[in-house]
């Protein structure tokens, strides 16, 4: 029984092409894996959220209404007059959504976040869009806007 030089050369051979082939394995895995959790989720969409093309809509509504009130301005500044007096006093409104609201500068998605109002909050309702997808609310010394729907009237 004589050990070649051959034989113990495609033993080691053997060996070694073997942690090659698990090492390449391994880091195609990962690799695979660590793509698929890179990949963000898709983002979740709610009954009450506005399309893409309506996101937009509401921020441009207030822009084409001042846009609007030079054109007819004496008609545009009488009528805020009247209004600002209810806004401020509103009606008082608890939030709905159990996970809480985000108050925002404007009423878009995009828009710069000012702070969140929990659930089951009491907030003071100042004025809704004319689509009803945003409501402006008013929270101590806070207001900004919030997704509409989801604050319930209190009577």
């Known amino acids: 029984m004589t050990i070649s030089l051959a034989g113990v050369f495609r033993v080691i051979l053997g060996v070694v092409l073997a942690i090659a082939l698990l090492f390449l394995a391994g880091a195609g895995m990962t690799r695979y894996l660590l793509a698929r959790l890179a990949t963000p989720p898709p983002r979740p969409t709610f009954t009450n959220d506005p399309s893409p093309s309506v996101a937009a809509s509401p921020a441009a509504n207030p822009e084409a209404s001042p846009a609007a009130s ?20 509103g009606y008082p409104a608890r939030v709905t959504q159990p996970i809480g609201l985000i108050i925002r500068q404007e009423p878009s998605v995009n828009a ?4 969140g109002v929990e659930f089951n909050r009491e907030v003071t309702v100042l004025e809704d869009t004319p689509d009803g997808a945003w409501q402006k609310v008013r929270l101590g010394n806070l207001e900004g806007w919030v997704k509409g729907g989801n604050t319930e009237r209190i009577n």
């Open 70 to 89: 030079p054109q007819a301005s004496p008609a545009a500044e009488a009528s805020p007059s009247p209004s600002p007096s209810p806004l401020p006093q």
């Open 112 to 115: 710069v976040r000012l702070g």
